[in-house]
């Protein structure tokens, strides 16, 4: 997942409505949103290469159904190949009942052996941010200010990407207006680059930073698989529903 956008109890009877876009190498293979044969309370995407996933959320939970998602640090020069997946992060979340405190308190005691990643994950009660990479954020790892809309990117939560800065605008005028779930996905649907002078400086060449720009990314060999937008209510099951948005998806038989 390389953008999410999501309100946190900003609507009535809705506690976490969150849009989002996976980007990764189309030749990666994967299996569309829907529940998992091995734990069937999943429903989510899964990675066939690394086992994980990148958003996805879990019908139980000691507060009712729980939401999680993950997005890449893009530090090009920290990255380390020996690292584990980091889609696992999302997976044992929703496969376990254990509450966000306790599971993010775990992968801290764990140590770092991940590249750089932003983890949302909670419930309707409680939602945080965690990335190995924010240690000098106040919000890292400590609950969500309710009532707020957020972004992240391949940086930090909020950090004002030219990409999150645009979605999150037009993610708070589309609840403003209460608008239908297609026009979510129209926003995710933008293919529109920024200028070169808000582009992020992320130790990548300035040709990949402007392939990289656009919410909706389409370039050879890479780009979004797909667009996601996941409800959680109160006192109902969540919904998340999903849509390939390019071509070259590998799906298992």
């Keep these: 997942m390389c953008l999410i956008v999501f309100a946190w109890h ?10 989002a876009n996976r980007d990764e190498f189309y030749d990666r293979p994967a299996t569309p949103a829907g529940p998992w044969l091995d734990a ?5 995407g899964r990675d066939l290469q690394g086992g994980g996933s990148w958003m996805g959320v879990s019908l139980v ?13 893009r530090a090009p020069e920290e990255r380390r190949l020996d690292a584990p997946s980091r889609g696992a992060l999302v997976a044992d979340f929703l496969r376990e009942d254990v509450t966000a405190p306790d599971y993010l308190r775990r992968i801290v005691e764990h140590g770092d052996v991940y590249n750089g990643y932003n983890l949302v994950l ?21 609950p969500l200010e309710r009532g707020r809309i957020y972004g992240i990117s391949n940086g930090l939560l909020d950090a004002p990407w030219p990409k999150v800065l645009r ?17 979510y996905f129209e926003m995710l649907a933008d293919t529109t680059r920024a200028p070169d002078v808000r582009l992020p400086e992320t130790g990548m060449p300035i040709e990949v930073e402007r392939m990289l720009s656009p919410v909706c990314i389409e370039t050879p060999g890479y780009g979004t698989r797909t667009s996601t937008v996941v409800k959680l209510y109160k006192g109902m099951e969540p919904e998340l529903h999903e849509r390939v ?4 998806v590998v799906e298992a038989q």
């Design 10 to 19: 900003v609507l009535p009877g809705m506690p976490v409505i969150a849009a």
């Design 40 to 44: 069937p309370h999943v429903i989510a």
């Design 61 to 73: 939970g000691c507060n009712g159904p729980r939401f999680a998602a993950l997005t890449n640090i």
């Design 122 to 142: 909670g419930d309707g009660e409680s939602l945080y941010w965690y990335s190995n990479r924010g240690g000098a954020d106040p919000r890292n790892g400590q």
């Design 167 to 183: 979605t999150k605008a037009q993610f708070a005028s589309l609840l403003c207006q209460g608008a239908p779930e297609d026009a």
């Design 245 to 248: 948005v390019q071509p070259g």
